[in-house]
Structures are given as C-alpha cells and as structure tokens.
C-alpha cells in the first residue's frame, strides 16, 4: 500500500434477521432477496444508535445490492445525519450457494458433509458447487482498503464479508480473527483499522451492539 495513506476505519456490517423466531434457517445466497423481518429492523436500528454514541462519521457506506443489506444500511443511516447516500456494489454481494441455494441446513450438511462445511467457516473454501470467486473477492477488498476516501461503512452478508479477513494476513492472525471465527453473526460488525503508512488491523469481528 502506498505509505502516504492516513489513518481511517472500514465498519463492515452484516445484516439482520431474515428469518422469524422459531423458523428453520436456509443457505440463502444471491439468489434469494429476503427482506429483513421486524427483529431484524430492530438490530438495523440498534446499530445505527449503538454507531451514534461512539460518535462514528463515515464518509462513504458501500452495500451489497440485495434488499436485505439496503434496509439495514438505510436504518443505520437514520440515526447517522450526516452518513453520505449508499453506494452498491456487486462485490459485496453474498455468495451463490448452487444446489444448496434456499436449502435447509440438515440438507445442505447432508449434501457437501462436515468437513466442506468446518472448511468454509473456518478457511473460506467453498464446498463444490458454490459460486464465490474467492480470489476476486480478496482483491476488491484490498483495493478498498488501498483507497483514501476517509471512514466507511460497509453493509453486506456472512459469505462475502469473510474475504475482509482473507485480505492481508496482519487480519488473520490469533485473536478475533483467527481461523474458525469468520462468520459475523446477523445484526453484528467488524472493525479494522489502516493505520499511517498502510498497516492493517483488526479491532473487532462479530461484535452486536
């Protein structure tokens, strides 16, 4: 990275709930745009307030294209004046889980077996059938991180925001992200910092207000 970058940090949000209390969880990917249900407004909410009191101004929030990463970043924003208008990309967009698309649990584990699934939550390798270009998922986040656009908050799903962490190895290290601890919870957010000169770090991964 170029040493003249200041200082700033990249926020990265996952989503909240699209899945009702008591409903069995799906692989919903790309193709599958589920809104978030009330609960999952509600940590959208909190983590626009929780961002508030820390006093977080951002100078540019990027999200996913899909309906579920758009509300949460509008519900943040609402309690952000100031926070600039989202911008979409589609390299934040979640991964395409093929065959197991919109597939409960019990079956996609039936499918691909524990061992695909421990590699993918623990080391970010797709099981076969998965769409993910891991490695052109990496260098969009390193060219991110490479920019001088100030603070940013960016909104996006479990299966893409993994490759933040897969960016530089100062990010996956011991600690909070160490191998086996990827995923961010719904409604959850990672912080890393880029400090004078360029060097990354992590300061928080799956953290809920």
């Known amino acids: 990275m170029p040493k003249s970058l200041p200082e700033t940090l990249f926020v990265i949000v996952r989503h ?122 990496r260098d969009a986040w390193r060219a991110l991180f490479a920019t001088d656009a100030g603070p940013t908050l960016l909104v996006t799903s479990n299966g893409a925001a993994r490759f933040a962490l897969l960016a530089d190895p100062a990010l996956t290290g011991s600690g909070t992200g160490a191998p086996g601890r990827m995923k961010l919870p719904t409604g959850a957010y990672g912080v890393i910092r880029r400090a004078a000169g360029g060097a990354l770090a992590l300061v928080e991964w799956g953290r809920r207000p």
């Open 16 to 137: 909240g709930n699209t899945f009702a209390a008591g409903e069995a969880p799906r692989r919903i990917g790309a193709r599958t745009d589920l809104p978030l249900t009330a609960d999952g407004m509600a940590q959208a909410h909190a983590l626009g307030a929780h961002f508030a009191a820390l006093g977080l101004r951002f100078s540019r929030v990027l999200v996913s294209p899909l309906a579920r990463t758009r509300a949460t970043a509008s519900a943040i924003s609402e309690h952000l004046p100031d926070a600039p208008a989202p911008q979409s990309c589609d390299w934040l967009r979640e991964i395409d889980h093929g065959p197991d698309e919109d597939r409960p649990e019990e079956a996609v584990l039936a499918r691909i077996g524990a061992e695909a699934l421990a590699a993918w939550d623990e080391r970010a390798e797709p099981p076969p059938g998965w769409t993910v270009d891991a490695a052109g998922r």
